[in-house]
């Protein structure tokens, strides 16, 4: 069973900017795709960004232009570059790695907090 560690959240001001960095206890070769997620309080997670082994990637439309998703496949990581933080990016932020067999398989990471707050 692969285990995803994140690190790199914390409190920042508006404006500001944090790096997320997810640890993955495997090869992360044998991830389809891999991303970051998010849950505000009193919301659902959501999808923040994502990106396939072919180096494809997807973001979510409120942090377009402003986060950047990274993949090392030589160091096991994936990182989330967030710049120009806002008070509405607050959140625990969750790495997620899907394997794409006969069925799709989910792992996840226990989640990092963000907050974004003056």
């Known amino acids: 069973q692969v285990q995803l560690v994140e690190s790199g959240g914390g409190l920042v001001q508006p404006g500001g900017s944090l790096r997320l960095s997810c640890l993955a206890s495997?090869?992360?070769?044998?991830?389809?795709?891999m991303g970051w997620y998010r849950q505000a309080p009193g919301k659902q997670r959501e999808l923040v960004a994502e990106?396939?082994?072919?180096?494809?990637?997807n973001y979510a439309d409120s942090v377009k232009g402003r986060f950047i998703i990274l993949r090392d496949n030589g160091k096991n990581t994936i990182d989330l570059q967030m710049n120009s933080l806002k008070p509405e990016d607050t959140a625990v932020y969750y790495c997620?790695?899907?394997?794409?067999?006969?069925?799709?398989?989910?792992?996840w990471g226990q989640g990092t907090q963000v907050t974004v707050s003056s």
């Open positions: 495997d090869s992360i070769f044998r991830f389809n795709v």
């Open positions: 997620n790695a899907v394997q794409l067999q006969r069925l799709r398989y989910d792992y």
């Open positions: 990106i396939t082994d072919g180096g494809i990637t």
